[in-house]
Structures are given as C-alpha cells and as structure tokens.
C-alpha cells in the first residue's frame, strides 16, 4: 500500500491497488484535532499524548481550554474505509509552535487539510491556513462549534481569516461523526476539483 495523495490509484494485473489518501487535521491548541480524529476512526486512534510539563507551562497557552490536561505533542493517527481498497488516513498535526518541523513530512503527498478553528481563539489556526497557502494544499476550514463559544456568521470568519472564496468554510462538531464525515467530504471533493 502506498499514500497517493496526488496519484491515481495503480493498475497492475489489471486490478486496481489499495490506494490511501492522507489528510492533515491542523489547527491551533485545544481546538479539537484529536477529538476529530477520534470521532471519525474505524480504528482505535493512535494517539502520541504527553502530560503538560512544568516545561509546557508558560510554553503553551492553556487559556480557553483549561480542561484540557494532555497535549499531542507527535500526532494522532485514524484511518477510515470508504470502500474496498480505498482508505482515508487522517493525520492530526502537533498543536504546538514547538513542533512545526515535524508538518513539513506530514504534509508530503497529502491530499489536503482540515484546518480546525475555533472562533474564542481564531488567530491560532493563522499559521496553519498560512503554511497549506504557502504550500499549494487544498484545505478545507472547518469552525469547531464549541459550547458556549458566540456562533459567528461563515462569512465573518471567512473575512478574518482571509480566505480565498474558493476554500470551502464549514461549522462543525468534532465530536459528532455525520459532522466530521461531511467536513472530510467536502476537503475530498474540494481537491479532487483543484487536481
Ligand atoms: N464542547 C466541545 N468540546 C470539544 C469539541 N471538540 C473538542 N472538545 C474538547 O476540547 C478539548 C480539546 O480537544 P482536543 O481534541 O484534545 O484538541 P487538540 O489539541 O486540537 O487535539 C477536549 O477536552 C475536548 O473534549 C467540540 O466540538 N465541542
Ligand atoms: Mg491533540
């Protein structure tokens, strides 16, 4: 099996191969990038957690997502079917500023992004948005609906952010798997339109 992110799947014998197309799930801390990839996994999640040090503290900032007592510091890992042979691998990138080498690996033959947001902390997913620009990778923004957090109108955040109008924009529930299947539907379909 290989990662084909940006080939047709293979024919050989006249059978097509298993085909793997890797998605990144970006965004700022606490957004909800494990939770994500958590809801919409067939398989148990592989998460590379770590406790919050005494070295994250004053590191990473915590405010709005005080709850939240682990930190990705590699990345999460799920995979799910869409049918024989052909399976999304979905890649939730490290949160942190500290971690940023490791996106440039991540994102090879990729497929495209989901960059998470979450409205009470919007400028944390600016760099993301910036890099998947920069990079030329299709991404999709997706607004992380969280309780208690004020419902902004698409278009108010599309214009904060600056998003191209041809980069789709959806709200969703991180936690809700019809939610996160739409999200990854769109990001498909948006870079299948752009290859
Ligand atoms: N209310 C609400 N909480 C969420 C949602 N998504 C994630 N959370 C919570 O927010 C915290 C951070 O989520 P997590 O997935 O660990 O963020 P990550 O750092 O981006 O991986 C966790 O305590 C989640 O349970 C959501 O859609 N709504
Ligand atoms: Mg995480």
Redesign the pocket.
């Given at each position: 099996m290989e990662y084909a992110g940006f080939d047709r799947p293979r024919l050989s014998g006249g059978t097509l191969t298993a085909t793997a197309l890797k998605i990144l799930?970006a965004?700022?801390?606490?957004?909800?990038?494990?939770?994500?990839?958590?809801t919409i996994s067939e398989i148990r999640p592989l998460h590379t957690?770590e406790l919050l040090s005494d070295r994250g503290v004053g590191v990473d900032d915590i405010s709005g997502?005080e709850?939240?007592i682990?930190?990705?510091v590699a990345l999460?890992f799920g995979r799910i079917t869409i049918r024989d042979g052909l399976w999304l691998y979905l890649f939730?990138t490290p949160?942190q500023d500290r971690f940023w080498f490791m996106w440039e690996e991540l994102a090879l033959g990729a497929l495209g992004a989901v960059v998470?947001v979450d409205t009470r902390r919007l400028q944390d997913c600016f760099p993301a948005v910036d890099y998947f620009e920069k990079l030329d990778l299709p991404f999709v923004v997706a607004v992380?609906?969280?309780?208690?957090?004020r419902r902004h109108d698409a278009a108010k955040v599309r214009r904060a952010l600056g998003l191209d109008e041809s980069t789709p924009l959806i709200m969703?529930?991180?936690?809700?798997r019809a939610s996160v299947k739409e999200v990854l539907t769109t990001l498909v379909t948006h870079s299948m339109s752009i290859r």
């Amino acid at each position: 099996m290989e990662y084909a992110g940006f080939d047709r799947p293979r024919l050989s014998g006249g059978t097509l191969t298993a085909t793997a197309l890797k998605i990144l799930v970006a965004g700022g801390f606490g957004v909800g990038k494990t939770t994500m990839v958590g809801t919409i996994s067939e398989i148990r999640p592989l998460h590379t957690e770590e406790l919050l040090s005494d070295r994250g503290v004053g590191v990473d900032d915590i405010s709005g997502v005080e709850t939240k007592i682990a930190t990705t510091v590699a990345l999460d890992f799920g995979r799910i079917t869409i049918r024989d042979g052909l399976w999304l691998y979905l890649f939730g990138t490290p949160g942190q500023d500290r971690f940023w080498f490791m996106w440039e690996e991540l994102a090879l033959g990729a497929l495209g992004a989901v960059v998470l947001v979450d409205t009470r902390r919007l400028q944390d997913c600016f760099p993301a948005v910036d890099y998947f620009e920069k990079l030329d990778l299709p991404f999709v923004v997706a607004v992380n609906c969280f309780d208690g957090a004020r419902r902004h109108d698409a278009a108010k955040v599309r214009r904060a952010l600056g998003l191209d109008e041809s980069t789709p924009l959806i709200m969703c529930d991180a936690r809700d798997r019809a939610s996160v299947k739409e999200v990854l539907t769109t990001l498909v379909t948006h870079s299948m339109s752009i290859r």
